[in-house]
């Protein structure tokens, strides 16, 4: 008895004890985001930095691993404490928050000399923008692309491909070398990675201009999705698929490990984004450059598009203080915080003012964010741009794609019917 | 007491006794209301409505969840799914959980405690632990397995253990057995231990030995019990969400779904919480009935 | 003949039961031994042995905090299984006690809160406690577990308490005592067993509950085990010796205890087949 009797105080004040705790006179500002490799180390830097620029407002930084993230921040938006600032993807994800009331305009703020809207270009400021009003703070941009290692390229008098065909033979090539090197490992576990694959493969082979209206579900009932050259596309996969370029369970891999094979030199290229290359330097591993996903003999696509989603910030509507919020992130893009944030986490920043007086960034930094800034047009990828029903259908259908399951034709037989649907629904 | 006092003040013990046990109930029943049944009943209404997680509108569909639930596809294989799992589970986990307990009960005697504890083991790991290692061991290009079974000259599967949509949800139903039985074959030995040994003796003199006494004998002294480590499972099997959150996320392409990760990407990847919500009911609608179930089965008992 | 039958039949019978702890002992094995291997040598050959005893993934490890959310866990759990037992205890008590049908149907509403999966609720739950602005707060965890731990333990408690001789408490009630109070000082310091075997189940639940930790505890300070490993895999991409390492810190300390007490947790158990 006497064992339950002190087990109930005990309780007692420990669950006192586990009660939020009252804010002091500080503002605080909640600052949400993605558990990106270094992004913890980085934000603590910027935080240390910021409170000398203003000790009245405190930072709180939590993360959330990729597939957790998603859910946590619906969730939280939903309640009574959201995150003043909270990472986001920019496409349907950002949109639709914007069109449900949960994001702050923010054009008011920010637009003194050291605030984001002085500081960032309008091409950037314009991906956070809806009806002339501004909805968040761009942080970056990220893009895609091909690596190879250098080494076993010039090794193996490897010629780096310049079209699809060329790729298709790189592979045959690699294997010729020996048939047990993975070409370049695909990780589909998560589902995402061959659809960045198709965004770009639909990009080069059916083209944006065509795509567009059915991204959109603009398209005529009759025509949505029926235009077959995004049956070519998904066959391109199967190319891949057949000229070995791929390992045997590509939707049982983690990316992780695929980024793991190429940075340990088993694997001599992969498709990865722009933030992987800080990740292999991270593990010691420099002997790679990169190029674009080629063009398809014959395709529809545009010259000189890519890969690019920007990321960024946007601000809870519920936020008790805006004018800190904005001060903080106008912090995260500012010159000085922008070069570390490309130093540290080898990503490209959304101010590139400072990038020329950094000594520490990488020739493979250098490659890409002149790359990324040569983009004609960028193409943002499927699965945050489509209507989450539309681009659940086209996740799955790569899996099933990658499979067997499924062939090109039904994947897209899928997917139009899911986006007929979806349509109807938006129609009423 | 006093004669006198004595009627009066039992009426008045009746009064208090009746305080006595709602105050008794009051903190129960409330942690339940909120928790439960409150929830249970926003839940019911919202499976009326069209609505998003995050959005201002609500649009009343009537019954337009259920309808599109039960002519989807992936409901219907979610629901497959959780049936595998239970009955599985009951087969693998009862099951050998009842032999692992008869054969370490009565069977063996040397090493039995070293085994029931290496047997129960994995019930203390977290259930994502369980799923992590099971992800790294399976892994199709430097999982354990793949060597293991290359090495004795046989070929793994082709798109890896947990990325073949005809074995996976078998693969995952072997993880849950693997962590589970143990757990089960405790509930059960438990259960054997209380059973009185002459019984045993009385029925070997009848020529009850072996398999015909476990038959005969231990499995009906253990009815009772084996109806709680069924009911435990059953419900367990239908709630089941972390292990395959780890392992497939439901996938490939949704072979590996069952309602509790349905209802989770519904609400949250695709973000149709009224369609979400309706699956819930159908779950909830399933809990009640074992509820009810249970409460038969346990008067009988 | 018969002694070489009885020989057959216990071979195969340590057979069944030495393959399945095998079974169930290599994967733990292995993930101890790979915490040990380097990253290199953990994806060269899977299979082999670590070449020297490495502590570093150990270290990496325990910097992502494995200690706290262990010392959150056990609390969490400690505190819910306390509100479970003591609240499941009184109403079943009292259910049992009452008389006419009222009783019953109480007991028929709190059967049908069984087996309610919690994500079947999820939304709504976090909305009652974020609107009670009780996120980022243990209580947080520990009430929804406590409402999610009552029925089953109220059903273990029931069917115990309806078997309780009822003379003890005759007798108690004779000495003047209450309701309550008999409750108190004759039933619950009987109820050893019950309360035991409740208290196993739930802490083994309430330690794996993963998805309303995920949502209500984003403060990393108070993030709980199952949570906070499977942020390890976040943490470390594929440094999968330092995954196998956290798993490990995760998981040796209750494996331990469990190894310890195993004999009171069979014992405690034996309660509820009667």
């Known amino acids: 008895m006497k064992v339950l009797g002190t087990a109930c105080v005990v309780s007692l004040a420990a669950l006192a004890i586990g009660m939020p705790a009252v804010a002091a006179d500080k503002a605080t500002v909640k600052f949400w985001t993605l558990k990106n490799p270094g992004m913890a180390e980085f934000a603590a830097e910027a935080i240390e930095a910021f409170k000398e620029k203003r000790p009245d407002i405190e930072v709180v930084y939590e993360d959330f691993p990729n597939e957790a993230y998603k859910t946590a921040i619906q969730v939280a938006l939903n309640g009574s404490e959201p995150p003043d600032a909270f990472y986001n993807w920019v496409g349907e994800d950002s949109a639709r928050l914007v069109r449900e009331g949960l994001v702050m305009d923010v054009s008011e703020y920010g637009t003194e000399p050291d605030g984001f809207q002085s500081i960032l270009s309008d091409g950037w400021l314009s991906t956070l923008q809806y009806d002339g009003k501004q909805y968040g703070v761009p942080l970056e941009a990220v893009s895609k692309f091909f690596y190879y290692n250098t080494n076993f390229f010039a090794e193996h008098e490897l010629k780096v491909p310049d079209s699809f065909d060329g790729l298709l033979q790189s592979c045959r090539d690699i294997r010729a070398i020996d048939e047990d090197i993975v070409p370049m490992p695909l990780g589909n576990s998560e589902r995402w990675k061959l659809n960045h694959f198709i965004t770009m493969l639909n990009e080069r082979v059916v083209g944006h201009e065509a795509a567009n209206p059915d991204y959109a579900l603009e398209a005529d009932d009759a025509t949505l999705f029926t235009n077959p050259r995004y049956v070519e596309a998904l066959q391109k996969v199967l190319d891949l698929q057949e000229a070995g370029c791929f390992q045997d369970a590509p939707n049982a891999t983690s990316p992780e490990l695929t980024r793991t094979m190429f940075a340990t030199e088993a694997s001599p290229m992969i498709y990865c984004g722009s933030w992987c290359a800080g990740i292999f330097n991270g593990e010691g591993f420099e002997d790679f450059k990169m190029f674009r996903m080629p063009e398809v003999k014959g395709g529809d696509g545009a010259d000189g598009t890519n890969f690019l989603i920007v990321q960024g910030y946007q601000i809870s509507a519920k936020s008790k203080y805006p004018e800190e919020t904005v001060a903080w992130l106008s912090h995260l893009v500012s010159p000085e915080m922008a070069v570390r944030y490309a130093e540290t986490m080898g990503r490209v920043p959304s101010n590139p003012a400072s990038l020329d007086s950094s000594d520490q960034l990488t020739e493979s930094f250098k490659w890409i964010a002149k790359d990324v800034s040569e983009i004609t047009v960028p193409i943002n990828v499927l699965d945050v741009k489509l209507e989450n029903t539309v681009s659940e259908a086209y996740l799955d259908g790569g899996v099933e794609l990658l499979n067997g399951t499924l062939t090109p034709e039904q994947v897209m037989e899928k997917v139009r019917e899911t986006a007929l649907k979806a349509k109807a629904k938006l129609d009423k | ?301 | 003949m018969e002694q070489r039958r009885f020989k057959a039949t216990s071979l195969v019978l340590y057979g069944f039961t030495g393959l399945w702890s095998l079974m169930v002992l290599i994967p733990i094995a292995y993930m101890i031994m790979a915490a040990f291997k380097t990253k290199r040598s953990m994806f060269i050959d899977p299979i082999g042995w670590p070449d020297a005893l490495n502590w570093e993934s150990f270290e990496r490890a325990w910097g992502v905090g494995v200690g706290g959310f262990m010392i959150n866990s056990v609390l969490v759990t400690f505190l819910s299984v306390v509100v479970i037992v003591i609240f499941s205890g009184m109403a079943a008590y009292a259910l049992t006690r009452m008389p006419g049908r009222s009783g019953q149907i109480i007991y028929l509403l709190i059967v049908a809160g069984f087996a309610i999966p919690v994500q079947a609720v999820l939304v709504p739950v976090f909305q009652i406690m974020s609107g009670a602005g009780f996120l980022n707060s243990r209580l947080a965890l520990v009430l929804p577990y406590a409402a999610y731990g009552i029925p089953f333990t109220v059903i273990l408690f029931y069917a115990f308490f309806l078997d309780f001789p009822r003379e003890l408490e005759e007798a108690a009630r004779l000495d003047g005592c209450t309701r309550f109070q008999t409750f108190l000082r004759v039933i619950l310091p009987l109820s050893g067993p019950a309360i035991a075997s409740a208290a196993i189940f739930q802490s083994v639940f309430i330690w794996n509950e993963f998805i309303l930790a995920l949502l209500i505890l984003t403060k990393p300070a108070f993030k709980t085990l199952p949570v906070g490993i499977l942020e390890l895999q976040g943490e470390f991409t594929s440094d999968w010796p330092a995954v196998m390492a956290g798993l490990t810190l995760a998981t040796l300390p209750l494996l331990l205890i469990f190894v310890l007490a195993q004999k009171y947790f069979v014992r405690s158990l034996a309660g509820l087949g009667k």
């Open chain 2, 1 to 301: 007491m006093s004669q006198t006092s004595r009627p009066r003040s039992r009426s008045g013990n009746l009064a208090a006794e009746k305080l006595t046990y709602a105050a008794m109930l009051t903190p129960a029943l409330l942690l339940l209301a909120v928790f439960v049944f409150i929830p249970v009943a926003l839940v019911i209404y919202g499976s009326l409505f069209d609505f998003g997680l995050t959005s201002r509108d609500w649009t009343f569909v009537g019954l337009g969840n259920y309808v599109e639930a039960f002519g989807d596809d992936v409901f219907w294989i979610a629901l497959r799914n959780n049936l595998i799992i239970v009955i599985g589970s009951i087969v693998l986990q009862v099951g050998f959980g009842t032999l692992l307990a008869a054969v370490l009960d009565r069977g063996v005697r040397l090493g039995r405690t070293l085994m029931r504890t290496i047997i129960f083991a994995p019930m203390v790991i977290s259930s994502v632990a369980v799923g992590l290692i099971w992800l790294i061991i399976l892994d199709p290009n430097v999982g354990p397995l793949n060597a293991v079974v290359k090495g004795v000259g046989l070929t793994p599967p082709k798109l890896g253990w947990l990325g073949d949509p005809s074995i996976s949800i078998w693969v995952v139903l072997g993880i849950a057995a693997w962590q589970y039985t143990g757990f089960m074959m405790v509930l059960i030995l438990a259960g054997l231990q209380a059973v009185p040994k002459d019984i045993y003796q009385a029925a070997a003199l009848d020529g009850a030995t072996g398999l015909r006494a476990f038959w005969y004998i231990t499995l009906p002294s253990i009815r009772n019990i084996l109806i709680v480590a069924i009911l435990i499972t059953t419900v367990g099997g239908f709630k089941v969400f972390d292990l395959i959150f780890v392992t497939t996320g439901g996938g490939p392409a949704n072979s590996t779904q069952v309602l509790g990760t349905y209802i989770y990407l519904q609400a949250f990847n695709i973000g149709e919480m009224g369609f979400a919500n309706a699956i819930s009911v159908v779950l909830l609608l399933i809990a009640v009935g074992l509820g009810w179930l249970q409460l038969k089965t346990s008067r009988k008992a």
